[in-house]
């Protein structure tokens, strides 16, 4: 006689349970203690698991004691394997804590340290003098400057060299300190002729960063009327004009800057590729004539249109793309489709059959049955439009005298979806009484 039936025949009384043990969590990688520098990608593992919840099922929270949460989601897969990535980790001693809680609110935790070391920004230095097309005659004073600035140090703490590259190599003439704005200046007198000018500046970690120029210093035996360094008979097309001369830098100024009798040509106010726009009028590209105001959109990483921004939505060639929230790859027909050349934000799904865009789990993609519904009141996981049992059969249990005949199912009615229930898997006895086990219906 079946034990169950032995125990019913003592008159006695049995009652089973289970006892929900906490879930268990791990953190495997990286080693406990690790250092790494700031913006560089650490890549978490963990392990987590539990006596009755399945993995993929536990709430796993990644955090930091300096960060507070860096996510929160049932993101293990059904292994037991945990993983998030992460680069933006702020620079400090960091308690990463691994937290995994199962369906009846049992938690565990696990936790390494993470050392972030910040990484210090070079300094940076900007040309102010000499600026485009000014120059200096031999033996006269010349104001150079610059703006330097760094993030860690103070503009004052900044060591600036300026130097000119002569025969001799480089040449300092200049050591400035810079105010509390940043600005770096000296008077000062080079060599004449085209002196290769470097600024360089300096931070206290000793990064650094270097701006040049090309600057020319008119020697004396040149003379002209106004003083660019060149005469009427060296081909200066405007010698009243010293921003006007053979070679020179053409400037949007309605003179013919570089006296090649082009005015203008290569500046903002010139239609270089003659497409009837200059920069001036709105052409964002006037070395390419098929780039201009009136260019239709393409998807092509250009901006065509000049309007600011390339690949716009509707651009000929794009593709309906569809608002997937949750990432499982199935967008939601809820909200309107967007013509796009390529994914953008949650616009990132070529298809719009997902029943239920709040889930990951949720798509026509899913097999997997469950007892949970999927977070709006629906079994439906797989977006068939119907919340498929798992078990839809009734079980009986019939004769006597231990002839017995049975076939498993629901004791009763079957069940609805997250619903227990006792499941008939036996029958037997002198009245062939059914035996049951508890079971809960999932769906899909």
Same mark, same amino acid.
């Given at each position: 006689?079946?034990?169950?039936?032995?125990?019913?025949?003592?008159?006695?009384?049995?009652?089973?349970?289970?006892?929900?043990?906490?879930?268990?969590?791990?953190?495997?990688?990286?080693?406990?203690?690790?250092?790494?520098?700031?913006?560089?990608?650490?890549?978490?593992?963990?392990?987590?698991?539990?006596?009755?919840?399945?993995?993929?099922?536990?709430?796993?929270?990644?955090?930091?004691?300096? *960060?507070?949460?860096?996510?929160?989601?049932?993101?293990?897969?059904?292994?037991?394997?945990?993983?998030?990535?992460?680069?933006?980790?702020?620079?400090?001693?960091?308690?990463?804590?691994?937290?995994?809680?199962?369906?009846?609110?049992?938690?565990?935790?696990?936790?390494?340290?993470?050392?972030?070391?910040?990484?210090?920004?070079?300094?940076?230095?900007?040309?102010?003098?000499?600026?485009?097309?000014?120059?200096?005659?031999?033996?006269?004073?010349?104001?150079?400057?610059?703006?330097?600035?760094?993030?860690?140090?103070?503009?004052?703490?900044?060591?600036?060299?300026?130097?000119?590259?002569?025969?001799?190599?480089?040449?300092?003439?200049?050591?400035?300190?810079?105010?509390?704005?940043?600005?770096?200046?000296?008077?000062?007198?080079?060599?004449?002729?085209?002196?290769?000018?470097?600024?360089?500046?300096?931070?206290?970690?000793?990064?650094?960063?270097?701006?040049?120029?090309?600057?020319?210093?008119?020697?004396?035996?040149?003379?002209?009327?106004?003083? *660019?360094?060149?005469?009427?008979?060296?081909?200066?097309?405007?010698?009243?004009?010293?921003?006007?001369?053979?070679?020179?830098?053409?400037?949007?100024?309605?003179?013919?800057?570089?006296?090649?009798?082009?005015?203008?040509?290569?500046?903002?106010?010139?239609? *270089?590729?003659?497409?009837?726009?200059?920069?001036?009028?709105?052409?964002?590209?006037?070395?390419?004539?098929?780039?201009?105001?009136?260019?239709?959109?393409?998807?092509?990483?250009?901006?065509?249109?000049?309007?600011?921004?390339?690949?716009?939505?509707?651009?000929?060639?794009?593709?309906?793309?569809?608002?997937?929230?949750?990432?499982?790859?199935?967008?939601?027909?809820?909200?309107?489709?967007?013509?796009?050349?390529?994914?953008?934000?949650?616009?990132?799904?070529?298809?719009?059959?997902?029943?239920?865009?709040?889930?990951?789990?949720?798509?026509?993609?899913?097999?997997?049955?469950?007892?949970?519904?999927?977070?709006?009141?629906?079994?439906?996981?797989?977006?068939?439009?119907?919340?498929?049992?798992?078990?839809?059969?009734?079980?009986?249990?019939?004769?006597?005298?231990?002839?017995?005949?049975?076939?498993?199912?629901?004791?009763?009615?079957?069940?609805?979806?997250?619903?227990?229930?006792?499941?008939?898997?036996?029958?037997?006895?002198?009245?062939?009484?059914?035996?049951?086990?508890?079971?809960?219906?999932?769906?899909?």
């Amino acid at each position: 006689m079946p034990l169950l039936l032995q125990l019913a025949a003592c008159g006695n009384d049995v009652s089973v349970s289970s006892y929900n043990e906490p879930p268990t969590a791990s953190i495997q990688s990286p080693p406990n203690g690790t250092t790494r520098k700031e913006g560089e990608i650490i890549d978490f593992i963990g392990t987590a698991n539990d006596d009755q919840t399945p993995s993929n099922l536990l709430f796993i929270q990644w955090s930091s004691d300096i *960060d507070s949460v860096l996510t929160n989601e049932k993101a293990c897969a059904v292994s037991g394997s945990c993983t998030y990535s992460t680069a933006q980790l702020t620079p400090g001693n960091h308690t990463i804590t691994l937290s995994a809680g199962d369906e009846q609110g049992e938690t565990a935790e696990s936790h390494i340290t993470v050392v972030i070391e910040e990484v210090p920004d070079a300094p940076t230095i900007q040309m102010v003098h000499p600026a485009a097309g000014e120059t200096t005659d031999e033996g006269d004073d010349f104001t150079f400057m610059v703006q330097v600035s760094d993030e860690q140090d103070t503009p004052d703490l900044l060591y600036l060299s300026f130097n000119y590259e002569g025969d001799a190599g480089l040449t300092e003439f200049c050591a400035p300190k810079a105010d509390a704005t940043g600005i770096a200046a000296c008077e000062a007198e080079i060599p004449g002729g085209t002196q290769h000018l470097l600024f360089t500046v300096i931070d206290q970690d000793g990064l650094s960063d270097t701006a040049e120029a090309f600057f020319v210093v008119r020697p004396l035996t040149q003379i002209d009327n106004d003083g *660019d360094g060149f005469t009427e008979e060296m081909g200066d097309c405007d010698d009243d004009d010293n921003l006007s001369y053979p070679g020179g830098t053409e400037i949007e100024d309605g003179s013919d800057n570089d006296c090649d009798e082009i005015v203008d040509e290569g500046t903002r106010g010139y239609d *270089d590729d003659g497409d009837g726009y200059s920069e001036n009028d709105g052409d964002c590209d006037d070395t390419t004539l098929a780039l201009g105001p009136e260019a239709a959109e393409s998807c092509n990483g250009l901006d065509d249109n000049c309007d600011g921004t390339a690949d716009t939505e509707g651009a000929t060639g794009c593709s309906n793309y569809y608002y997937d929230y949750d990432g499982d790859g199935y967008g939601s027909s809820s909200v309107s489709a967007k013509c796009l050349c390529t994914d953008s934000g949650y616009y990132r799904s070529g298809y719009d059959n997902d029943c239920y865009d709040y889930n990951v789990s949720a798509s026509p993609a899913a097999t997997s049955y469950s007892t949970a519904q999927r977070g709006d009141g629906s079994w439906d996981w797989n977006c068939d439009g119907n919340e498929t049992k798992y078990y839809p059969s009734v079980g009986t249990c019939s004769g006597a005298l231990w002839v017995c005949s049975w076939a498993s199912g629901w004791s009763g009615t079957v069940r609805a979806c997250g619903s227990s229930g006792d499941w008939i898997d036996g029958c037997d006895g002198i009245l062939c009484d059914s035996s049951t086990t508890p079971v809960t219906q999932p769906c899909i």
